[in-house]
């Protein structure tokens, strides 16, 4: 039986220190070299439980085994049955609340690294260029589907569905494409790049992409399919609506929700003005409230706008930290500073309306709130101010309410969320569809490919029968049936 060593495969990265200064890629990814010695690991269950901690269900069991054997095309043909975007997956994936967290050698030994198995076959593929060439459906279908959002879900949708033979048309508010795998996500941590080669790859299956729409304002959903002849239609525009803390100062200058400081920075270039016309505070002392993946990726990105000091300002303790454990390390490495048990009461300006402070007030954990995490209670007598000439308010974000405030009989949830069946994304509106944040509040990136899947699956399923229905009435003679 071959030896198991109890710990990852190491991930190289680059150099803390190098790294707070420019935008390249953290991770360096494996060599072949420690791709095979980390798939060796894996124990190769008869019942790989990793698998059902996937939201797509990867066959994982099977392409970890080709990893280890050398076969690297057969490890990425293997992923790609269930997972269109291994690049971006395997490198944002929460992979230790999913399918590592399920492997077998867990809690005893570090579970295999799956995650960072699936980005080097998906790299391995770009590298070598073996994927195979896209080529368009030789036949089209007559029904065309309308995808509003280009995310995960929308992109997921839009691939199935055009393999499939259906012409899709895919409408995106901003003026790129990729969602928040565009705009959410800095470039240290998923280079753009890759982004725009799945795009490419849908662009060479036939989808088309059509950029500079807001669906619920520039056009609405009633007239995609009355006006437009679209016979189908997904919406996956997700959940962009930020969440603030509601507290004097929230209007001061230098006082950002997560959504636009990473908007400004990853998709409007910010971090290279004034060679772009994107203006963003140089901060000395930034911090940001929150500590989940949001959090992580908007303080990262202040030290890499030039901040002597970082901090994360979050109300619990490290332990109910949402990040992903991969990131907060990274974070930690290049120099933020954690304040944690610290809620901000009010930010604090200059003469200019320019933040210049927080006036916080130490916590500790009482009784579990709704959400089963500890409440933080405020102990009184511990105000303090901190120095902040940038703050970033990354508290988790709301659905996007244009689409369903624009669209008649579409139901939604208390939480402004799309009403949509798990299994197949159908919404109350017949031929409307939706997955992804929009339907499940602020997630993850496989989850909405999931329910892209599903949705996709569905749509299909719909339109085949209203083929049939309408050919059913077009064999009808005149006046048959009474």
């Known amino acids: 039986m071959p030896i198991v060593y109890r710990h990852k495969t190491a991930m190289p990265c680059r150099d803390p220190e190098e790294r707070r200064h420019n935008w390249e890629e953290v991770a ?23 698998e059902r901690g996937c939201p797509v269900n990867v066959p994982i069991r099977d392409f970890v085994r080709s990893i280890s054997l050398g076969h690297f095309q057969e490890a990425a043909d293997t992923i790609r049955i269930r997972n269109l975007l291994p690049a971006i997956c395997g490198r944002v994936c929460p992979v230790e609340h999913q399918c590592e967290s399920r492997c077998v050698l867990f809690p005893h030994q570090d579970a295999v690294g799956i995650g960072r198995l699936e980005r080097f076959v998906a790299d391995w593929e770009r590298a070598h260029g073996t994927g195979g060439e896209t080529t368009a459906p030789t036949v089209w279908r007559d ?22 033979g259906y012409p899709v048309s895919v409408f995106e508010a901003l ?55 679209y016979s189908a239609v997904f919406v996956g525009t ?6 603030f803390l509601n507290i004097p100062g929230e209007n001061l200058k230098g006082v950002y929700s997560a959504n636009e400081f990473l908007t400004r920075v990853n998709l409007m270039h910010a971090w290279a003005f004034p060679e772009y016309d994107t203006p963003i505070v140089s901060p000395r002392r930034a911090a940001v409230i929150g500590a989940g993946d949001t959090a992580m990726d908007a303080v990262r990105c202040s030290i890499r706008l030039g901040a002597e000091e970082a901090h994360i300002v979050y109300r619990r303790s490290e332990v109910e930290k949402g990040a992903r454990a991969e990131d907060f390390e990274r974070a930690r490495d290049e120099g933020v500073v954690f304040d944690w048990l610290t809620l901000p009461q009010r930010f604090l300006g200059d003469e200019h309306g320019w933040v210049r402070g927080i006036e916080c007030i130490r916590t500790k954990l009482g009784e579990p709130d709704d959400s089963g995490r500890r409440r933080p209670v405020p102990v009184p007598g511990s105000e303090f101010v901190m120095d902040a000439d940038l703050v970033v308010i990354a508290l988790g974000t709301n659905p996007n309410p244009l689409v369903p405030r624009t669209t008649e009989q579409l139901d939604v949830d208390r939480h402004g969320c799309i009403v949509a069946d798990p299994a197949t994304g159908a919404t109350s509106r017949a031929g409307v569809f939706a997955g992804g944040d929009i339907v499940t509040g602020a997630a993850t990136v496989i989850l909405a490919m999931g329910a892209g899947r599903k949705a996709a699956s569905a749509i299909h399923e719909y339109l085949q029968r209203e083929a049939s229905s309408d050919a059913a009435l077009a064999t009808e003679e005149p006046g048959q049936g009474g």
């Open 143 to 164: 029904q065309q589907v309308a995808v509003v959002g280009s995310g995960p879900a929308g992109l997921t949708v839009a691939s199935d569905l055009a393999q499939l």
């Open 28 to 50: 360096e990814g494996y060599s072949v070299e420690r791709a095979v010695a980390e798939a060796e690991r894996c124990l190769n269950c008869q019942d790989p439980v990793c």
């Open 175 to 229: 003026h790129a494409f990729g969602g928040v795998l565009r705009y959410g996500i800095p470039e240290y941590r998923l280079p753009k790049e890759i982004v725009d080669g799945d795009i490419a790859h849908l662009k060479a299956l036939g989808v088309e992409f059509v950029r500079d729409v807001i669906i619920g304002k520039t056009l609405t959903i009633d007239q995609l399919i009355d006006e437009l002849g």
């Open 238 to 243: 997700g959940a962009g609506s930020p969440v």
